[in-house]
């Protein structure tokens, strides 16, 4: 977590008058910090105590709360991390809730905690997420969204899918200091070579491992890095990982909230949409659900112009759609490598290994119409 404290540092300094204080509050804009953890390999009422002395660390005016005042709660555990709601009963009556996120052991292999942490201070600032209190040792406290967390069904909802497109299109606008290159292939060659050397010491999974072939999966990577390159892609700050479970929706007042942006980076628009409608699958990879082409063009139109979305012309989503299908390709090896180097080092119960062997199947089966579909487009005859 070096790489966290330096960033902090300043900040720290900033505010280490308030935080020690007990006067920060939820409505100013200190980051506080922890030098805390919490294992996350323990069993959940083992974490409990720890959750709240992580809170009373960060939150001075909690400090002298009898433990019996906070109840924490899980609210959900994905693949990568743990999402936890702490409710205060505070010394005025009062209830307060915030969410705390504990990164999985390991996940630095994989995420840039820098650039996320960077990214998040400017996509709070234009109403992205909830707003970031405060940091630790492996992890951060957020506001509490009162919303719940979509499912795989729900992203293909006419009405969803519309206010996701829309929400994406204003995500996409967000301006963050510093590079504005590309991460995709950076990333995806990163994957590779820490996916390319690992050793199992489970002999099965080793074993399996070793059917793979890296010089194919080199030679795939590498001609879908070329093809992509045609497609002169917009290049946006990307969520790049628009799952179900970073979206929620609170039904009552019809919002809609992007979430957990660990993955962000500027990126190509082409994948973050591509990578969207991966998700559609879910977890089991049925991708029977991949969204048909009437279905991405509703996405589309209220992407491109959600004032009026049924004035873009039919040219403008041809385009897009041989762009999103064509980066949804380079989504399946992002997630394969990804997974192969998760197999190696997280300790979640989840089939990696398999996980792999889905995605990386999945973007052979489609490679060849996607392949000709780009190609067509590229050389004028426009067919999609």
């Given at each position: ?19 020690h204080?007990g ?6 804009h200190?980051?506080?910090?922890s030098?805390?953890?919490?294992d ?5 009422p ?7 002395a ?11 709360l ?26 005025n009556?009062?209830?307060?809730s915030?969410?705390?996120r ?5 996940t630095e ?6 650039r996320?942490?960077?990214a ?8 992205f ?10 992890g ?19 009405k ?25 292939w ?14 199992f ?20 990577v590498?001609?879908?890095k ?18 179900s ?10 919002k809609l ?29 049925d991708?029977?659900l ?27 989503l ?25 197999a190696?080092m ?14 990386y ?14 190609k ?9």
């Amino acid at each position: 977590m070096g790489a966290t404290k330096n960033i902090w540092t300043a900040m720290e300094a900033n505010h280490a008058k308030q935080s020690h204080n007990g006067n920060s509050t939820f409505d100013d804009h200190s980051i506080l910090h922890s030098n805390l953890s919490v294992d996350t390999a323990l069993p959940f009422p083992l974490m409990v105590p720890r959750v709240i002395a992580l809170c009373k660390d960060l939150f001075r005016k909690w400090a002298k709360l009898n433990d019996s005042c906070f109840s924490v709660d899980t609210v959900s555990g994905g693949i990568t991390n743990l999402l936890l709601k702490v409710s205060v009963k505070e010394e005025n009556g009062e209830y307060v809730s915030v969410t705390v996120r504990l990164y999985g052991p390991n996940t630095e292999y994989v995420i840039n905690r820098e650039r996320e942490l960077r990214a998040i201070k400017y996509l709070s600032a234009a109403g992205f997420g909830a707003k970031l209190l405060g940091v630790f040792g492996n992890g951060m406290v957020q506001s509490f969204i009162n919303a719940r967390t979509l499912t795989p069904a729900d992203m293909r909802k006419p009405k969803l899918v519309s206010e996701i497109a829309k929400q994406l299109r204003r995500f996409h606008q967000v301006e963050i200091p510093g590079s504005k290159e590309p991460q995709l292939w950076v990333d995806i060659f990163k994957f590779f070579e820490k996916a390319s050397t690992l050793q199992f010491e489970d002999t099965d999974k080793q074993r399996t491992y070793e059917t793979i072939s890296f010089k194919e999966v080199h030679k795939e990577v590498t001609e879908l890095k070329e093809l992509t390159t045609l497609l002169n892609s917009p290049v946006v700050f990307a969520h790049n990982d628009l799952l179900s479970g970073n979206l929620m929706h609170n039904e009552e007042q019809e919002k809609l909230y992007l979430i957990d942006f660990e993955y962000g980076s500027y990126n190509y628009r082409g994948f973050d949409i591509g990578n969207h409608f991966n998700e559609y699958a879910g977890y089991d990879c049925d991708y029977s659900l991949y969204p048909s082409k009437d279905e991405q063009y509703h996405f589309f139109r209220h992407y491109l112009e959600p004032e009026k979305p049924y004035e873009v012309s039919e040219k403008d989503l041809e385009a897009l759609y041989v762009e999103t299908n064509t980066f949804m390709l380079a989504s399946h090896l992002y997630w394969a490598l990804w997974a192969l180097i998760q197999a190696r080092m997280s300790p979640i119960d989840f089939d990696y290994l398999g996980y792999y062997f889905l995605r990386y199947n999945e973007y052979k089966k489609q490679k060849r119409m996607c392949f000709y579909l780009a190609k067509s487009h590229i050389s004028g005859s426009g067919k999609a």
